[in-house]
């Protein structure tokens, strides 16, 4: 099997845009991943039609050549063709020259729309000394362009056994290009049968087709897996020319080949060696478990040792005493008792530093406006001249905010580094920040001065994409941020980028602090301000809204500017087409200094993660896969 995915660096884009922005050739048609032997009927069994308006027309399949079928005599007789007509369109000269096992033959066929499929109604003949299976007339003899339910729905006297001698109605798979509902210039729709070794950027290089055309006629997902022994519709413009220059696939496997099978037989020794290494790796991997049970208790017992000390040691550490945050002054003095919980304390696994009150007002001129960087958030300097920040919040905030910080270590999230208890006033207290000393991400984005070079912003983009794949799935319980935004992020020297201002809340659920919401309303998605619903794809729709600030250098602050932007990816392009409106939508400080291809590819992704419905956006694990491509 094979993954549709990128077939070279310089063409990432075009795999989203198969399935989101274009207009369908026939948005009817769906692929059908099931083996031709299979006699479940799926979307894309048969190719669906609309009776009332659809016309036959004249089009194309593509038949192998095998050793029952090895001329073009004999292909136009199983075909019930004229075979000059087949030398003309193969670029043949003789109908008796065998030709090479696999060899590619395009057949002529009038497709009709009967009933609610399309359909190409060939006659058989089971001849003597055939097969007498309707699979493999179906998968064999006629290569998997119709399969086995289809025949018996269309020889219901017949049942799945046949005698030699019958006459079958053979219903070949075809389609029609639905011309009347779209522009798209698509003149015939081939049926083209898969086998090993039919790659996508193979099949678009043999016909001189576009890959998105290709998705497109096929109605595929993104990152979808297609299958030997399927069918596909090849989308053309032109008459059909197959180029045999590309490097041909490996002849037909057996399966598609009526051929006699051979029984296989079995090395008695290799399944003896396969039984002894299986039961030598059980008792190995036994022995691992036990000795690592053995471990985890030891160091358990450890920790609680270590822990008990801990708490000793943390009753004799000072904890200074915040004003009220309405006051916007910070009084306050140390105290020789502790404020840290021990179910607080259970929780962080690295050692916190305890400022005192007066150590935070040295670090910010006494919270001075000039150090004020956000809501209740302040920039400082340690004595090392080390800049952090440091944020008043509440206490059983503080409290949820270690617990979070204290199963978090990754390079791209903000380090915890010290907090700060009141006394008297337990309802506030303060948490101390690193801070990287390029500063937020928005404010580098309106720096039009100095702005971000296009390898900066895609390794930033890189960067908050690997620390929500961290949150989404790497800790237990997995958290969704709510609040992933330009002015959350932040640069350090070497311009790489790191989250910070976590929430508190699992990545399953409903969130409660609507009065939150609403304040940032403008990036967050639709379903979480409507009802306050809270799973990874919010922060996917907030990633998106940052790639298109990374893009175009605009901050949307009302949550639609950005959609009537990039109206160009869905179809709704000026005279000067796709590319010019990517062109005007781009941040003007990058001067065009940007790979055309990953501009693209970053816009169709960040449209793919803005789209109003969350099943309809992909995964921070997709995305990371788009990402790694353009980070050098």
């Not at 049942?159 to 779209?182: F, R, Y």
């Amino acid at each position: 099997m094979y993954r549709i995915w990128f077939a070279a660096e310089t063409m990432v884009f075009i795999w989203f845009l198969i399935f989101l922005f274009f207009n369908p050739i026939n948005a009817r048609q769906y692929y059908d991943p099931s083996d031709c032997s299979e006699n479940t009927s799926y979307p894309g069994s048969r190719y669906t039609c609309n009776h009332s308006y659809q016309h036959p027309c004249q089009t194309f399949l593509v038949y192998r050549a095998s050793h029952y079928f090895k001329t073009i005599s004999d292909v136009s007789q199983l075909f019930q063709l004229d075979p000059a007509e087949l030398l003309h369109l193969n670029n043949l000269k003789s109908q008796l020259k065998v030709l090479e096992p696999g060899r590619e033959v395009l057949v002529p066929i009038k497709c009709s729309c009967l009933g609610q499929f399309f359909q190409a109604t060939f006659n058989y003949t089971v001849p003597e000394n055939s097969t007498v299976d309707l699979s493999d007339i179906a998968c064999r003899i006629f290569e998997g362009l119709a399969k086995p339910g289809t025949l018996v729905e269309e020889n219901t006297s017949e049942g799945n056994n046949v005698e030699v001698g019958t006459k079958l109605h053979v219903p070949l798979k075809c389609a029609c290009p639905d011309n009347s509902s779209n522009s798209s210039g698509v003149k015939y729709l081939v049926t083209y049968p898969l086998v090993k070794g039919d790659e996508p950027s193979i099949l678009s290089e043999k016909f001189s087709i576009s890959p998105v055309d290709l998705w497109v006629a096929n109605n595929f997902q993104p990152w979808q897996t297609i299958y030997p022994n399927t069918t596909v519709l090849i989308p053309l413009k032109t008459d059909p020319v197959i180029n045999f220059s590309i490097p041909r696939s490996p002849p037909p496997s057996p399966g598609f080949l009526p051929t006699i099978l051979v029984q296989k037989t079995t090395n008695t020794k290799l399944r003896n060696l396969y039984i002894a290494g299986s039961v030598v790796g059980f008792i190995l991997l036994l022995a691992a478990l036990i000795v690592c049970g053995l471990h985890v208790k030891a160091l358990r017992k450890f920790k609680v040792v270590k822990l008990q000390s801990f708490n000793t040691r943390s009753s004799q550490l000072s904890c200074p005493t915040p004003s009220s945050p309405r006051s916007g002054q910070l009084t306050g003095r140390s105290s020789a008792t502790s404020c840290l919980s021990p179910d607080l304390l259970a929780g962080i696994k690295y050692s916190l530093r305890n400022y005192s009150i007066e150590d935070l007002k040295r670090a910010t001129d006494d919270f001075s406006e000039e150090r004020k960087i956000g809501d209740q958030a302040y920039k400082g300097l340690n004595m090392d001249n080390a800049e952090m920040m440091i944020k008043l919040m509440r206490f059983e905030q503080t409290r949820q905010v270690i617990d979070i910080h204290s199963k978090i270590n990754h390079i791209n999230i903000l380090n915890l580094l010290g907090v700060c208890y009141g006394e008297n006033d337990y309802s506030w207290s303060y948490l101390v920040f690193e801070l990287p000393s390029n500063g937020c991400l928005r404010d580098l984005l309106s720096n039009s001065s100095n702005p971000l070079r296009w390898d900066k912003r895609t390794q930033i983009a890189f960067d908050i994409a690997t620390a929500l794949h961290y949150l989404h799935y790497c800790i237990f319980p997995t958290y969704a941020h709510l609040s992933v935004n330009s002015r959350n992020i932040f640069v350090t020297t070497d311009w790489r980028a790191k989250l910070t201002n976590i929430r508190t809340n699992p990545a399953v659920g409903s969130y409660r602090g609507n009065e939150n919401i609403e304040s940032v309303k403008g990036c967050v998605a639709p379903e979480y301000v409507i009802n306050g619903s809270v799973s990874e794809k919010v922060d996917i729709f907030a990633f998106g809204v940052v790639l298109l600030e990374l893009i175009s250098g605009k901050d949307d602050v009302d949550g639609k500017s950005f959609k009537e932007c990039i109206a160009f990816l869905g179809g709704k392009t000026t005279e000067g087409g796709c590319f010019d409106g990517l062109r005007s939508f781009m941040d003007p400080c990058l001067k065009e200094d940007y790979p055309l291809a990953e501009a693209l590819c970053l816009n169709v992704l960040a449209k793919a993660c803005v789209e109003e419905d969350p099943l309809h956006r992909p995964s921070m694990d997709d995305i990371l896969k788009v990402l790694v491509r353009m980070v050098r």
